[in-house]
């Protein structure tokens, strides 16, 4: 077994090959940093949902080593392009049924790295940093902010990526993988709860995999 031969005989047999992690769902990373651990608008730290744990996205330190390994396979394997898996702020959408509202779920993440990294960029002052009083004062004084911020910081973080990879193989292209919901689905949550903007995302994504 050799990846580099592998991935040679792909080519040989005009077969597109591209590198993938899952980005932001990662065990090992959140046993190893208590840090990353997402915060809900009810102001509790988010548990293991069935399999799922997510990190997010502000987490800087995890986007750089994850930024590495694609790094790495690029300039290894030449893919064709690297893909996105869980690229997304923490929720588990498996579980979001048609019998279901928006409110039956949390929306993560209020945790200090977030709330402070969304003050910095975005010029403002959250009067609390406690995660429940911080989710209330932004669902009512700067929710829009908060939401356009979030689909920013996604993107950013892809772009950082590719930026990365395209040094290495400047025609590398990118493949995200996107929560199935559009704006009209439970009040727009692909935006607002998952922070995935498809206008925002067409800058820095050549396909879209709908999961």
Not at 50 to 65: A, F, N, R, S
Not at 122 to 151: F, G, M, S, T
Not at 179 to 197: A, I
């Amino acid at each position: 077994y050799d990846d580099v031969k592998f991935r040679e005989a792909l080519s040989k047999n005009d077969i597109e090959y591209w590198a993938t992690t899952l980005f932001f769902m990662d065990r090992v990373a959140l046993e190893s940093n208590p840090s990353y651990k997402a915060y809900g608008d009810d102001g509790k730290p988010m548990q293991q949902i069935d399999w799922y744990e997510g990190i997010p996205p502000t987490m800087q330190k995890h986007v750089d080593y994850k930024c590495g390994l694609y790094e790495d396979a690029v300039r290894i394997l030449q893919p064709d392009g690297i893909h996105f898996g869980f690229m997304r702020w923490p929720q588990f959408w498996e579980l979001w049924m048609p019998e279901h509202k928006r409110s039956d779920f949390i929306e993560y993440s209020f945790d200090k790295v977030s709330l402070k990294r969304f003050m910095q960029d975005r010029n403002l002052k959250v009067p609390d940093l406690d995660a429940y009083k911080a989710a209330e004062w932004i669902k009512q004084n700067a929710y829009d902010k908060w939401v356009d911020w979030k689909c920013d910081v996604v993107c950013a973080v892809i772009k950082q990526v590719k930026d990365a990879c395209s040094k290495i193989k400047p025609d590398i292209k990118t493949a995200l993988n996107t929560v199935p919901f559009g704006k009209n689905d439970y009040e727009n949550t692909e935006e607002e709860v998952f922070g995935q903007s498809f206008e925002k995302l067409s800058d820095v994504i050549d396909l879209f995999e709908v999961m």
